[in-house]
């Protein structure tokens, strides 16, 4: 089954989006168009809507009320038919009006008497003699209603709950009337309408061709974005197989930058780390090579009567022996440490009585090796949150190893000392120190200093590491510094613990 790549599903997205956004941009123009077409519409509707109130005002002025229009729809359009020639009649001139109208209805012989046209131009076409014809739709008087001053209805409908507008009609600064214009809702003039479908045929073409462009812009973009990403994944491959070489060059300041910086760091990192951990195997074989060789030269020498069985020999073999049992030892508690193999059993811990017990204990051996050996504490109760044979275990290793790198006839002092919220325990020995750069190599694996590398007085080189990792299980520091007595100064660090 083929995989949709992120690419096509970001482009997919984002042409969704443009889409979505395109058809509220349309929706929302012609909307807007319409609507400013409508209250065109009803804005220029009001100079005629003054007219309408002029005309109104002549006839209430000449006919003295409005009751000749109560109910009576076609008197009221009679004033604007009249009204568009000029002529605005009062209540009189209307009534005659009609009676000649009805007179030709009866007696349809009857011809009114001529009239003299010579040198006047004929009537137009769409203004009947009689009058008889209602305004045309788009009249002024389409939709208008008369209230009286009380704004009771004369003629027309009139609802307040509607969006209608009211205008005073005055008569010598008297209102007696008011005129209700309905707004328009709709738009019936047919150049009106051509003009706005124009309007949504030219807003269409112009929504197709940003969307099309919102298009190949999130193309452009999804490219720009996952092409990097792309580069990442392949990489990512190469180290898979082991290919701690690639390297990343994606010059950007972005999120996407920084994963590529991120990446290169983790490549030199496992570069690294496979190195170290070749150069860990090379030295274990050396290591382990080292004392079966002479395992295997003794016991081939006996086997062959160079050397005799005896005691002296045997002892030999035995020392070999135990030196290869503390070296596979180590390893196996080094690397239960780095795999978290290692057990704690924590308790309160007083590192006063501790220590004193470790230095009673190593006295003898460092006298034997013409070394002195102090203790300073501040004479009170320290107490750690700790794993006592843990913290044995480190203190052995660090005494050891200063035993084994100290000269005959110098001296280790260890200290016992408090800060605000950890106790702290110095190590110092006398001659000889190291180099600064190998301070900070003491607790790798298997580093020894080069003068001390000697089957002699070397030990396997694994102590400090054990160190490190018992000190970080119990959440403190361990440093290696140079000695004010010539030597190494090891310090360890470790939380107080404190009843709540």
Request: with cysteine; glycine share 8%; aromatic share 6%.
């Amino acid at each position: 089954m083929a995989t949709v790549g992120i690419q096509l599903k970001l482009f997919i997205a984002s042409l969704i989006t443009s889409a979505a956004l395109v058809g509220v941009m349309y929706g929302v123009m012609v909307w807007s168009v319409d609507r400013g077409m409508l209250s065109y519409v009803n804005q220029r509707d009001m100079p005629e809507l003054q007219q309408a109130i002029d005309k109104l005002a002549t006839y209430y002025r000449k006919s003295g009320s409005w009751q000749k229009l109560v109910r009576n729809r076609r008197e009221f359009d009679d004033i604007f038919r009249d009204g568009a020639r000029g002529q605005v009649r009062d209540a009189s001139d209307l009534q005659e009006g009609r009676d000649s109208r009805r007179l030709r209805r009866r007696d349809p012989d009857r011809r009114p008497p001529p009239h003299d046209d010579r040198g006047r131009p004929p009537p137009p076409e769409d203004h009947p003699r009689d009058g008889s014809r209602a305004p045309p739709e788009d009249s002024i008087a389409v939709g208008l209603t008369l209230l009286d001053a009380h704004r009771g209805v004369v003629t027309g409908r009139y609802d307040p709950q509607r969006n209608q507008h009211l205008l005073p009609i005055e008569v010598s600064g008297e209102v007696v009337g008011w005129v209700v214009k309905t707004h328009r809702d709709t738009i019936s003039d047919g150049f009106l309408l051509q003009f706005l479908r124009e309007q949504r045929e030219a807003l269409a073409l112009i929504s197709v061709f940003v969307f099309f462009l919102s298009a190949l812009l999130s193309y452009l973009f999804s490219r720009h974005l996952v092409g990097p990403i792309k580069v990442l994944a392949t990489a990512t491959e190469h180290l898979t197989h082991g290919d701690y070489t690639v390297s990343l060059s994606i010059p950007r300041r972005d999120e996407l930058g920084q994963l590529a910086r991120d990446f290169n760091e983790l490549a030199f990192t496992l570069a690294r780390n496979d190195e170290a951990r070749k150069r860990w195997f090379a030295d274990i074989s050396h290591e382990l090579r080292t004392p079966l060789a002479v395992l295997k030269g003794e016991i081939e020498a006996m086997m062959d009567g160079i050397r005799p069985i005896e005691p002296g020999n045997i002892k030999s073999l035995a020392e070999e022996v135990q030196h290869l049992t503390r070296l596979i030892e180590d390893l196996y508690e080094l690397s239960n440490s780095d795999i978290g193999g290692l057990h704690y059993r924590k308790s309160e811990l007083d590192l006063t009585e501790l220590l004193a017990a470790t230095v009673e204990a190593h006295g003898v051996s460092f006298q034997a090796s013409g070394l002195h050996l102090e203790l300073h504490t501040p004479g009170k109760a320290t107490v750690v949150w700790a794993d006592e044979g843990r913290i044995r275990q480190l203190l052995d290793n660090v005494l050891a190893n200063a035993m084994k790198y100290t000269d005959q006839g110098g001296r280790v002092e260890m200290k016992l000392y408090t800060s605000a919220d950890s106790a702290c325990v110095s190590i110092d020995d006398s001659k000889p120190g190291v180099d600064d750069d190998q301070l900070g190599q003491l607790f790798d694996h298997l580093y020894r200093a080069e003068q001390s590398r000697n089957r002699s007085s070397g030990g396997s080189g694994l102590g400090l590491a054990i160190c490190r990792r018992i000190v970080e299980a119990h959440k403190g520091t361990i440093e290696a510094e140079h000695s004010a007595l010539g030597g190494v100064q090891i310090t360890i660090e470790l939380p107080l613990y404190r009843v709540e």
